[in-house]
């Protein structure tokens, strides 16, 4: 099994950056198809971003396409979500998750992924 520990939240004005890392560890990440979720407040946990084993294909939510990056490097077992253009709807916690049974970055959902991280706070300020 797969652990995931998630850095790189924060406070950040409106219009920042920040760049989220998931870090992984217990199994190689290349088994893995990889997403980012979030979960603002009295909201369900919703798909952000997801990326292939190989990092060769993406897929985005449609309201974060052009601002939100997924990223990955097998060699440091780490996953990254570059985030652009924030502003208040994108405050929530960022939740890193994977996903064995299917390692490509088509329809990842709450319902089949296989482990999740602890989670970590971003916070847009305006």
């Known amino acids: 099994q797969v652990q995931l520990v998630e850095s790189g939240g924060g406070l950040v004005q409106a219009g920042g950056s920040l760049r989220l890392s998931c870090a992984a560890s217990g199994r190689t990440l290349s088994t893995y198809a990889m997403g980012w979720f979030r979960q603002a407040p009295g909201k369900e946990r919703q798909f952000v971003a997801a990326i292939s084993w190989s990092g060769g294909s993406t897929d985005y939510t449609d309201s974060v396409k052009g601002r939100f990056t997924i990223s990955r490097d097998n060699a440091k077992n780490t996953v990254f979500l570059q985030i652009n253009s924030l502003n208040a709807e994108d405050t929530a916690v960022y939740y890193c998750?994977?996903?064995?049974?299917?390692?490509?970055?088509?329809?990842?959902?709450?319902?089949?992924?296989?482990?999740w991280g602890q989670g970590t706070q971003v916070t847009v300020s305006s």
């Open positions: 998750a994977a996903r064995r049974t299917d390692r490509s970055a088509r329809n990842f959902n709450t319902g089949n992924v296989d482990t």
